[in-house]
């Protein structure tokens, strides 16, 4: 090493070079992509305190599992262990000056370069932990402190790579493969955030470029190198889960199944690619052939129950799909009773299944939808100080059934299909759009043939949203976009669902740019940006709707400039 005081690190690291420190990792990981895990940990455990990889991976594959069981301890444990990774990170990198100042000469050695890379890795995925664990806004910002820091080190790294030509020393690609992963996280992150959430995580100015976030991560994943199942399992999270939760539903599913065919050969049983190939055929409207891949996750490994919930929660979706009501309360019961992720959204969606069978039908074991809606509040947790929005909702549809006799939500199921963007999952099954139409021309029947009520004219806007999407499925652009100005023309009536307007806008701009009339598209989605504060689900909305803007290639920021990361 450049400098004496530290060369005993790297000796007393292990009597293992930094390149047999990486091949022990590798090991690890191919363990752990098997449904190794508590192996994988084994390998990984006794290095931890001193070698900067072992110290990281061990406690990436903890943040994993504290991501899937959601549990307080888990996600402290996984927090502290991360933290004792990036200081032992700490002792590796070169102390003196900023890293600016140290990247300016030729005198950081390998093990100092692959320090600062490690570092920032630590640091933002202490950040993810920061979001979920704290819960007061002072330290929510922290997490946003810790991002912006972490960048800092990507960014500065990512220059002076680029400025040393052509790659040295045999563990470059590894490096390389740090910096693709970290450089490509942040802009396609950063990108999917609208100007007015940036602000409150202190990134007012910043932005992300998509496409490059995308190159950068796919090169990543095509690289053999410890990075390669991160960066891929960032790009499959993003082609089936967030360009649909929070973009426009238009999901690249050729890309994530190209992705995917690799890992599938050399992991075939592996539990986290049999759950992203349910979900690529789930996109693709395949819905039984998703079903027997999410059981045969479950199947594939008994180890950590957290993969089996992630496939609970996508088969409570593929039945809802096929109005399989049943089988649907089934998985959301399971789900409630193994999972800690969210209990008042589980218990919501069985008595939502529940309240969708016909009247005189036998509930399974004996459960009454109206008794599980009154449980829902009781269930609330609070992450980062706030409850998560998907619960807020929930809580709030609820409310309704605290009355003697209360008015029965019209279509909860379906309802909370749409904040899921489950609409556009079963837009290419013209039955499953059928379906979906049938049960909610039923509902119009049963709403109209009720009494009148405070809830009459909301529930007939959800009823009147939820036609248009099936409308627009089917091609009927004309009854679609009526739908959705019944909607919009009901804004001043309205007394509890304000969400739906701004959602009804942001499906009509949607509409239009499919008809082609991108200049309408553009105003009535700034409309519905602009216009609306403060009503369920806003965040996902205004995710959506900057996704849109993004598509039409129209203005996403808020006042102000913003600099491209």
């Known amino acids: ?70 549990q307080h301890e888990d996600i402290v444990s996984a927090g502290n262990t991360m933290k004792c990774a990036q200081e032992v990170c700490q ?37 993810a932990l920061t979001f979920l664990q704290d819960e007061n806004m002072v330290n929510f910002i922290k997490g ?19 400025s040393r030509g ?54 990543g994943a095509l690289s053999h190198n410890l990075r390669s199942m991160l960066c891929a399992l960032l790009l499959l999270c993003y082609y089936t889960f ?29 539990a986290i690619f049999l759950f992203f190939a349910g979900r690529a055929e789930e996109i693709k409207g395949n819905i039984d052939e998703a079903v027997a891949l999410f059981e045969d996750g479950c199947k594939a490994q008994q180890a950590w129950k957290q993969f ?23 998985y959301a019961d399971l789900l409630s009773q193994e999972s800690r992720w969210s209990k008042a959204m589980y218990v919501y969606m069985k008595a939502a299944c ?42 709030r549809k609820a409310r309704r059934y ?30 499953l759009t059928k379906g979906m139409m049938e049960t909610l021309l039923q509902a119009e029947r049963t709403l109209q043939e009720t009494p009148a009520n405070e809830y009459r004219l909301d529930d007939t806007c959800v009823i009147q949203l939820l036609k248009g999407l099936c409308f627009k499925n089917q091609g009927k652009m004309q009854a679609a976009e009526e739908c959705f100005n019944t909607v919009y023309s009901s804004e001043k009536k309205l007394k509890f669902d304000h969400y739906l307007v701004p959602n009804a806008l942001l499906e009509l701009g949607l509409l239009y740019n499919d008809l082609g009339r991108r200049e309408e598209a553009i105003k009535i989605l700034q409309k519905a940006k602009h216009n609306y504060k403060e009503y369920s689900m806003e965040s996902r909305t205004q995710f959506r709707i900057h996704a849109a803007l993004l598509k039409l290639k129209a203005d996403t920021s808020d006042q102000g400039e913003t600099t491209a990361l």
């Open 402 to 431: 605290r009355a003697s006799c209360p008015v029965r939500l019209p279509v909860p199921v379906l309802e909370m299909m749409y904040m899921w963007n489950g609409f556009a999952m079963i837009s290419k099954r013209p039955e």
């Open 308 to 330: 089996h919930h992630m496939c609970y929660w996508e088969l409570m979706w593929c039945f809802t799909y096929k109005r399989l009501w049943k089988m649907a309360y089934f």
């Open 166 to 219: 052509p790659p040295t020393g045999p563990n470059h690609s590894q490096l390389e493969g740090g910096l693709f992963f970290g450089i490509g996280a942040f802009n396609l992150t950063l990108s999917l955030f609208p100007a007015r959430i940036l602000k409150i995580l202190e990134f007012a100015g910043f932005s992300g470029d998509k496409e490059y976030g995308l190159s950068q991560l796919h090169q």
């Open 1 to 70: 090493m450049s400098s004496g005081k530290y060369a005993p690190v790297v000796e007393n690291s292990s009597s293992m070079t930094l390149q047999g420190c990486l091949e022990e990792c590798m090991e690890a990981l191919d363990l752990f992509l098997n449904n190794h895990f508590s192996e994988s940990l084994d390998k990984l455990r006794p290095r931890a305190k001193d070698s900067m990889y072992h110290a990281l991976i061990y406690a990436t594959v903890l943040e994993m599992q504290a991501m899937m069981t959601f």
């Open 144 to 162: 946003g402190i810790k991002v912006r820091n972490s960048y800092l080190i990507y960014k500065e790294l990512h220059t002076f790579v680029q």
């Open 242 to 270: 967030l360009s649909f939760i929070l973009g426009t539903g238009e999901a690249d599913v050729a890309e994530a199944e190209g992705l995917l065919k690799p890992f599938r050969l050399r992991y075939p049983r592996g």
């Open 91 to 127: 002792r590796f990198r070169r102390k003196s000056g900023s890293l600016a100042s140290k990247l300016s000469g030729d005198d950081l050695c390998e093990e100092q370069l692959h320090a600062e890379v490690c570092y920032a890795e630590c640091l933002l995925q202490r950040a």
């Open 354 to 395: 529940l309240s969708m069978l016909p009247q005189g039908e036998a509930r399974p074991f004996g459960e009454n939808e109206v008794d599980l809606f009154r449980q829902v509040p009781s269930f609330k947790q609070k992450i980062a100080g706030k409850s998560p929005p998907t619960e807020k909702f929930a809580i």
